[in-house]
């Protein structure tokens, strides 16, 4: 197992501001996820945030939009850029241990946006 | 497209049995998970199934057909920690996650 810690819990943001979210993990793992989670929605993903290299972004998202970096093994940031209320969502971590995707995945506490 | 079809909210009384279905359709499938998510908490991992059949652990089960594209998750012995959203979550193909938009429960005392 892992256990996931993220800052900030929660955040209220102008729009067209910026916020990074923070992602620590208590081992090593290969691989983390970020996903985003609108109320009453299934989960969806962003990308795949790789160890010494970009990120893997899922269709509809960008990097210019939401820059993700993976400094080590344990740590990533997600950064939501210039924000509009659109944004508002529950934004979750997630890490596979076993090192690959498709196997159980432990999550963070999410992080909380609103964007005014 | 894939998809994956869960009831948006059942509720059930408290001791009772309530079964939770999902049914999916994806390119191809490489094993489906059931998720726990308390409101305003992570999603915790409940159960994996790859193969057909039942797979019981403790007041838990989760059942899979893969030739009807079909899964439930069996609660046993309802408690009201129980009460939470259900997430069915498919592997695909291309070893991607496909998640349900999850089936809230609501136990009654």
């Known amino acids: 197992s892992a256990v996931i810690s993220q800052k900030p819990s929660r955040d209220i943001c102008q729009r067209g501001t910026s916020l990074t979210i923070q992602c620590q993990v208590d081992?090593?793992?290969?691989?983390m996820f970020w996903y985003r989670q609108q109320p009453g929605q299934s989960l969806t993903l962003i990308a795949t945030a790789n160890q010494g290299s970009e990120a893997t972004y899922e269709s509809g998202f960008v990097i210019d939009k939401f820059p993700i970096s993976r400094p080590n093994l344990t740590f990533s940031t997600l950064t939501v850029s210039n924000m509009s209320p659109e944004d508002s969502s529950i934004y979750l971590c997630?890490?596979?241990?076993?090192?690959?995707?498709?196997?159980?995945?432990?999550f963070g506490p999410g992080t909380r946006l609103t964007v005014l | 497209g894939q998809n994956i079809d869960q009831p948006t909210e059942m509720t059930a009384t408290e001791g009772a049995i309530v079964q939770i279905n999902c049914t999916y359709q994806?390119?191809?499938?490489?094993?489906l998970f059931w998720y726990q998510q308390h409101a305003g908490e992570a999603p915790t991992f409940l159960s994996y199934n790859v193969l057909d059949g039942l797979e019981e652990k403790g007041r838990f089960s989760s059942f899979l057909s893969r030739s009807k594209g079909y899964s439930y998750l069996l609660l046993k012995e309802l408690q009201m920690k129980d009460s939470a959203s259900y997430l069915c979550a498919v592997v695909d193909s291309n070893y991607q996650l496909i998640w349900g938009a999850g089936t809230k429960l609501i136990i009654k005392p």
């Open positions: 997630s890490v596979a241990t076993s090192g690959v995707s498709y196997n159980e995945q432990f």
């Open positions: 994806t390119s191809g499938f490489n094993g």
């Open positions: 081992s090593q793992v290969t691989m």
